[in-house]
């Protein structure tokens, strides 16, 4: 267990909704990374989050936002739901800011967009 | 346009054999490489990494081979267990950047 804790584990949602998805860090983890999984792909980075402020995006739309709150837990929040918004929604925490270091995930949130 | 490809979606190996899991990437400017390992209803766990400085990097019964030229690399379990059994990715790190960009992964069956 890497003590990353994701919730909901499962969501339905409509397209046009808004939803947000909670992270809880690894203790003593300052760093926080989103991913999106669709089904039979690999994570796609979304963006991270190091000390609560931004350090890095993928190839997302602005409709994906985030937060890191002082306690380094963190929010995904997706306006505007589209249908492909469905997948897996995997957290990461990590020390030190960067890509590089070892991550340690949570079991992830399905969302699926009806 | 995937960077990043792990061209076997599967792999079936017996028990006690190696097992070779290869990726490939076309960028190259990725200069830091990594493996992580996903169980059913878990999340990726890290398994293995290796910088481009390098051309092997060993961990137990785990290595991974890196090939620059080719822009290949692969990581060997040896020798397979059951356990071993899941699905592997692949993921890359630019020169300079901060995105890990993974591969589509390779589910890995180790038969007893």
């Known amino acids: 267990e890497t003590g990353v804790t994701q919730s909901p584990t499962h969501l339905i949602k409509t397209r046009g909704q808004q939803v947000t998805l909670r992270c809880s860090s690894q203790s003593g983890h300052n760093t926080v990374s989103w991913y999106q999984q669709a089904l039979g792909q690999g994570p796609q980075f979304i963006f991270q989050?190091?000390?609560?402020?931004?350090?890095g995006r993928g190839n997302f739309p602005p409709r994906f936002s985030g937060l890191q709150f002082p306690n380094y837990s963190s929010e995904l929040n997706v306006n505007a739901l589209e249908l492909d918004d469905s997948a897996l929604y995997l957290c990461a925490s990590s020390l030190g800011g960067t890509q590089r270091d070892i991550q340690y995930f949570g079991a992830g949130t399905r969302l699926s967009v009806l | 346009d995937q960077q990043v490809k792990q061209n076997s979606p599967s792999l079936s190996v017996q028990e006690g054999r190696i097992s070779i899991l290869n990726c490939d990437y076309t960028n190259s400017m990725f200069d830091y490489f990594l493996w992580y390992k996903k169980y059913p209803a878990e999340g990726p766990t890290f398994l293995i990494s290796?910088?481009?400085?390098?051309d092997k990097n060993e961990d137990g019964r785990f290595t991974v081979f890196l090939n620059k030229s080719a822009k290949h690399l692969s990581l060997h379990i040896v020798p397979s267990q059951p356990g071993d059994s899941a699905v592997y990715f692949c993921?890359?790190?630019?020169?300079?950047?901060?995105?890990?960009?993974f591969g589509g992964g390779t589910r890995l069956m180790v038969k007893p």
């Open positions: 989050y190091y000390r609560e402020e931004e350090n």
């Open positions: 290796i910088s481009s400085i390098k």
């Open positions: 993921a890359a790190i630019l020169n300079a950047g901060n995105m890990l960009t």
